[in-house]
């Protein structure tokens, strides 16, 4: 493919998605370099989350095409599209409640002989390792869940409202942490949050969506210099 | 009393070969979504198995290895051409899987004539229990069915393939999201849970009557355990199947098969009313 082999990362063409006869996305373009961050921003409902899922194959494309790695991933399963080096953080975490921490990590990765990369990252999972997960509070479940995505060394990592339900002191721990995670690993993010502060300490572009579609993009640095710009495009 | 004990022997081999035919369909449900109305066919294919590789000359502890890996081989082939295609449409599984049934019942009325065969059981003599000589064959069956069910659960809890096939029971899109391989694990799935039906088939052929029906009697129980016994579970079905195997053949014995079915179904049809998630998912819940 064209664009999709030059940029290497994720690249969205024309994207048209929803469920049943009911359209979400329409006629989407996106593309995510690699190392890039990017964050999504908009109200609730415009088809966010939708997006991520139908980039992870949880929801079948009307039309358009999705791409990775110069790959085409529109019609493969979504455990071809996790191997292909995209990890997933879905809105509510989808943790397995009855498993324990490790287990959930281990998941991530059938192979892997451990998961203490993720303990060194996450240092509150480690003394939980034989916790059931549902037992976890919000915040560590939260930790849980990216840990998880991150067992697999995803090359892009979807994450979906991270902060959704958490107290403030761990959502920014968290945004630490990843921002850490971001720099040493040149791993690319695209990020939904409602949590202005969030997105912008961790993206290098934030995306303004509504209607199923992007309708305006802009670096961090401008709309940290230019705050009425956000205010604009979320009260759309 | 010497009655009684063979009356709990018996019991027994029953309850732990209801097991394994229970374990089998539970665990294609749990796994898969898909209500199995073949497993029947599938324990009935077993024993053809196993009096085809004696015909063959096959020592007949090496046939009861072989059979169930027939019969999961046979799982396979279904799995590939039938059942992959009604993923997501729970109604469609039962649908399918009967007329699959429908297909392999008469499919053996075409090879093998409608009427009925027998396998006779190896030569290992008996024993005295509690002052009765009891069917050394009928142990071993005893031990190979609780050898399967142990084994299986080794595997469930103790192996990283086993984690997986847990994190799909309890969310399949999310285990497909972390890059499980779903469409591997539903294959194998149904394989090893028609094998599991084969495994019970085989063992149980020189003790029934082996014709194209021969799996009838066992459906209709195996669903009753899971369903008295409780889904989303690997131990629910071992429970439901105590249960109703153990009420099955205790009251066969003392009384009659008419009233064994009336029993197991009126105490089924209580515990489902008081229970409605099944014993074991309501014992979890309250904990």
């Given at each position: 493919?064209?664009?999709?082999?030059?940029?290497?990362?994720?690249?969205?063409?024309?994207?048209?998605?929803?469920?049943?006869?009911?359209?979400?996305?329409?006629?989407?373009?996106?593309?995510?370099?690699?190392?890039?961050?990017?964050?999504?921003?908009?109200?609730?409902?415009?088809?966010?989350?939708?997006?991520?899922?139908?980039?992870?194959?949880?929801?079948?494309?009307?039309?358009?095409?999705?791409?990775?790695?110069?790959?085409?991933?529109?019609?493969?399963?979504?455990?071809?599209?996790?191997?292909?080096?995209?990890?997933?953080?879905?809105?509510?975490?989808?943790?397995?409640?009855?498993?324990?921490?490790?287990?959930?990590?281990?998941?991530?990765?059938?192979?892997?002989?451990?998961?203490?990369?993720?303990?060194?990252?996450f240092p509150a999972l480690e003394s939980k390792r034989r916790t059931q997960g549902g037992r976890l509070s919000g915040g560590q479940q939260q930790?849980?869940?990216?840990?998880?995505?991150?067992?697999?060394?995803?090359?892009?990592?979807?994450?979906?409202?991270?902060?959704?339900?958490?107290?403030?002191?761990?959502?920014?721990?968290?945004?630490?942490?990843?921002?850490?995670?971001?720099?040493?690993?040149?791993?690319?993010?695209?990020?939904?949050?409602?949590?202005?502060?969030?997105?912008?300490?961790?993206?290098?572009?934030?995306?303004?969506?509504?209607?199923?579609?992007?309708?305006?993009?802009?670096?961090?640095?401008?709309?940290?210099?230019?705050?009425?710009?956000?205010?604009?495009?979320?009260?759309? | 009393?010497?009655?009684?004990?063979?009356?709990?022997?018996?019991?027994?081999?029953?309850?732990?070969?209801?097991?394994?035919?229970?374990?089998?369909?539970?665990?294609?449900?749990?796994?898969?979504?898909?209500?199995?109305?073949?497993?029947?066919?599938?324990?009935?294919?077993?024993?053809?198995?196993?009096?085809?590789?004696?015909?063959?000359?096959?020592?007949?502890?090496?046939?009861?290895?072989?059979?169930?890996?027939?019969?999961?081989?046979?799982?396979?082939?279904?799995?590939?051409?039938?059942?992959?295609?009604?993923?997501?449409?729970?109604?469609?599984?039962?649908?399918?899987?009967?007329?699959?049934?429908?297909?392999?019942?008469?499919?053996?009325?075409?090879?093998?004539?409608p009427g009925s065969y027998a396998v006779s059981p190896p030569d290992v003599g008996s024993v005295v229990l509690f002052g009765e000589p009891y069917?050394?064959?009928?142990?071993?069956?005893?031990?190979?069915?609780?050898?399967?069910?142990?084994?299986?659960?080794?595997?469930?809890?103790?192996?990283?393939?086993?984690?997986?096939?847990?994190?799909?029971?309890?969310?399949?899109?999310?285990?497909?999201?972390?890059?499980?391989?779903?469409?591997?694990?539903?294959?194998?799935?149904?394989?090893?849970?028609?094998?599991?039906?084969?495994?019970?088939?085989?063992?149980?052929?020189?003790?029934?009557?082996?014709?194209?029906?021969?799996?009838?009697?066992?459906?209709?129980?195996?669903?009753?355990?899971?369903?008295?016994?409780?889904?989303?579970?690997?131990?629910?079905?071992?429970?439901?199947?105590?249960?109703?195997?153990?009420?099955?053949?205790?009251?066969?014995?003392?009384?009659?098969?008419?009233?064994?079915?009336?029993?197991?179904?009126?105490?089924?049809?209580?515990?489902?009313?008081?229970?409605?998630?099944?014993?074991?998912?309501?014992?979890?819940?309250?904990?």
């Amino acid at each position: 493919m064209d664009s999709g082999g030059q940029a290497g990362g994720l690249v969205i063409e024309g994207l048209v998605a929803g469920y049943g006869g009911g359209v979400v996305l329409d006629n989407l373009s996106l593309v995510v370099a690699p190392g890039e961050s990017v964050a999504l921003l908009g109200r609730n409902g415009v088809g966010k989350s939708t997006l991520l899922r139908t980039i992870m194959g949880l929801n079948q494309p009307k039309r358009g095409t999705i791409s990775f790695g110069g790959m085409r991933i529109d019609k493969r399963e979504p455990f071809e599209i996790a191997r292909a080096g995209l990890g997933y953080v879905p809105q509510g975490r989808e943790i397995f409640q009855e498993l324990t921490v490790e287990e959930n990590l281990l998941l991530g990765n059938l192979t892997a002989a451990n998961a203490d990369q993720i303990y060194s990252m996450f240092p509150a999972l480690e003394s939980k390792r034989r916790t059931q997960g549902g037992r976890l509070s919000g915040g560590q479940q939260q930790q849980l869940a990216i840990g998880r995505a991150l067992m697999g060394k995803p090359k892009l990592l979807l994450l979906d409202e991270p902060s959704e339900g958490i107290q403030p002191s761990v959502v920014s721990e968290i945004s630490a942490t990843l921002l850490r995670i971001i720099r040493d690993s040149g791993m690319s993010l695209v990020l939904v949050e409602q949590n202005i502060e969030m997105a912008l300490s961790l993206a290098d572009r934030v995306d303004f969506f509504d209607s199923g579609r992007i309708v305006a993009s802009h670096k961090v640095e401008a709309l940290r210099a230019n705050p009425v710009l956000i205010e604009e495009h979320m009260s759309l | 009393m010497e009655q009684i004990a063979t009356v709990i022997l018996d019991s027994t081999n029953a309850i732990l070969v209801l097991m394994l035919v229970s374990l089998g369909l539970a665990i294609i449900f749990g796994l898969m979504n898909v209500i199995n109305m073949a497993h029947g066919e599938f324990l009935m294919l077993g024993c053809y198995a196993m009096m085809e590789l004696i015909n063959l000359g096959v020592p007949f502890f090496m046939a009861l290895a072989l059979a169930p890996l027939v019969v999961a081989a046979i799982g396979l082939i279904a799995e590939e051409l039938v059942i992959k295609r009604t993923y997501h449409r729970l109604i469609d599984t039962i649908l399918a899987t009967w007329g699959l049934a429908l297909v392999l019942r008469q499919a053996m009325v075409l090879i093998y004539g409608p009427g009925s065969y027998a396998v006779s059981p190896p030569d290992v003599g008996s024993v005295v229990l509690f002052g009765e000589p009891y069917p050394v064959y009928r142990l071993i069956v005893m031990g190979i069915s609780l050898a399967t069910i142990i084994g299986t659960f080794a595997f469930f809890f103790g192996s990283r393939w086993g984690l997986a096939a847990r994190a799909v029971i309890a969310n399949r899109d999310m285990a497909a999201c972390l890059g499980i391989n779903t469409r591997r694990l539903d294959r194998m799935t149904f394989a090893f849970g028609s094998g599991l039906a084969g495994l019970a088939g085989a063992a149980m052929a020189p003790m029934i009557s082996i014709d194209p029906n021969a799996g009838l009697g066992w459906v209709v129980p195996a669903f009753l355990s899971i369903l008295v016994g409780g889904l989303g579970t690997v131990s629910g079905p071992l429970v439901g199947a105590a249960g109703v195997g153990g009420l099955d053949s205790v009251t066969a014995a003392f009384a009659s098969p008419v009233w064994a079915q009336l029993v197991v179904f009126t105490a089924a049809i209580l515990v489902i009313r008081v229970f409605p998630n099944g014993l074991v998912s309501r014992r979890r819940r309250e904990a």
